[in-house]
């Protein structure tokens, strides 16, 4: 798989500000046409600017797949009108703010924190039509801050247990590794976005974690 090392507005952290997905790419306005372009072209989808709480952090407020995208519950209405008119599925949940970092999905599974339950987690399974494990993973709760999982595979919080990575994979039925990126830190989802066909990583990661998040995702 293709796998670059960028930065979005200026920031390694590039899994806050953009939410990517095996059709649809969200990001921040500010994003200049050429990188827009290059990101559109690298994972192979479409890409759309977006606002969502007011702010950029697009990767914290907003998690999805191929079936749509759920957001907190602070996105206001004019967003989630503002995405749909570009034929977006858009969910909003009420009760949760920073859902990007409390869940994680390719297009047939997701897991998520355990604080997500009941009527919620019910949405969440309906509307991206997954089926949602809730978890832990290096005793935090950040479940999509980290694990990044696309339909090929994953890569997981280096600190995970043996246990919690062995059931990622039973779950998942797919390869996955453990990692760090930018330079040591653990929380993957921060740092990088991916899907199938390629993967963007914070600037700051090093050649070794490059090697360790292709394995994962590589699904070979």
Same mark, same amino acid.
């Given at each position: ?24 790419? !969200? ?55 503002? !995405? ?22 390719? *297009? ?25 494990? *809730? ?5 935090? *709760? ?71 998040? *292709? ?6």
């Amino acid at each position: 798989m293709d796998l670059v090392r960028k930065s979005i507005l200026g920031s390694p952290y590039v899994g806050v500000f953009c939410c990517i997905t095996e059709k649809i790419g !969200l990001l921040p306005h500010g994003t200049s046409p050429k990188e827009t372009k290059g990101l559109a072209n690298l994972f192979g989808i479409e890409i759309i600017e977006a606002k969502l709480a007011e702010s950029s952090l697009l990767g914290i407020v907003a998690a999805g797949n191929s079936h749509g995208f759920v957001v907190g519950g602070i996105v206001s209405e004019k967003e989630i009108d503002g !995405l749909k008119s570009t034929g977006l599925r858009i969910k909003k949940l009420a009760g949760i703010s920073a859902i990007g970092n409390l869940l994680e999905a390719n *297009d047939s599974k997701g897991i998520c924190s355990s604080t997500i339950k009941g009527k919620a987690k019910g949405q969440i399974e309906d509307f991206l039509k997954i089926k949602l494990k *809730d978890c832990k993973i290096a005793g935090s *709760d950040l479940i999509g801050s980290c694990v990044v999982a696309t339909n090929k595979g994953f890569a997981m919080n280096a600190n995970a247990s043996e246990k919690e990575f062995r059931e990622a994979k039973n779950f998942f039925k797919l390869q996955g590794s453990l990692s760090t990126a930018n330079y040591g830190d653990a929380f993957l989802g921060n740092c990088m976005v991916a899907n199938s066909k390629a993967a963007m990583v914070g600037l700051h990661t090093t050649g070794i974690e490059m090697m360790k998040i *292709d394995d994962g995702l590589s699904g070979d």
